[in-house]
């Protein structure tokens, strides 16, 4: 999964632009524009790495002239003290990237960990972890990157790729059969259909109107056993709604297919990693 440097750049440039302003008083006034140093990326924590590459460009987009060596690349697993990346040059130009790059890295290294616990805890059954819109404007491509680093997969990446019924859409429209219909006299035959139920009625009327895709909303586990045994294939299951890292394989084991957690990219705590300077002494 690549993403195009246009738009990564365009991202690391309004950080930089919101962080530096004109001028890093610190470091423009205390340190010598000739100074050159190294510096390390060092992992505080146990997870899965993501944004490495994200990271380095932050400080060659700052000074093309600072070098880097990669130790860890996106989806590897790190420990505590491993050494993630060492970069080179100007002593300025790393201090003043450094919050910027370290933001990110942390950030998208905090959604892969997350994802892959999730991921870890569903093995041995047919589900799959997914992402959701509930995503960070502006880093939507990147926190759906991350999730994919770390094993999971993506949802939607917005509105314009399949058509989403939730109980809003089908509360203002008059029903779940009615709406479908009118969706599909006018969707092209490429897009794909869910619909949010919240009951097992609901699910029955999806399946009869013959959706792609039926979300699960707050079931609990007796409910979501009964809709995979109903669906029995006929359509994609996905769970969603109060899954936790405590009961997601008891979600999981019910038989659906998707489990999507809008936690991965909305409230995921960030991945500790420090950037540090390094000294003679080192």
Known sequence: MNLPQFYIDDIIKRAITEDINYIDVTTDYLIDDDSVSTAKFI?????VVAGVDIAMRVFTLLDDSITYEVFKKDGDPVQKGDVIAVMKGSTKSLLKGERTSLNLIQHLSGIATATNRCVKLVEGT?????????TLPGLR???????????????RYNLSDAAMLKDNHIDAYGGITAAVNALRSKTGHMVQIEVETRN???LQ???DAG???IMLDNMD???????VEITNGRAKLEASGNVTLENIAQVAATGVDIISLGALTHSVKCFDISMRIVTDAE
């Open 205 to 207: 009327e999806a399946l």
């Open 43 to 47: 992992s505080k924590d146990e997870g």
């Open 211 to 213: 959706v792609n895709v």
């Open 141 to 155: 491509a990147l926190q759906k990157y991350a999730v994919v680093v770390g094993g999971g997969r993506n949802h």
């Open 126 to 134: 047919k589900a799959t972890i997914a992402c959701t819109r509930k």
């Open 221 to 227: 586990y007796d409910t979501m056993k009964k809709a």
């Open 200 to 202: 097992l009625e609901e």
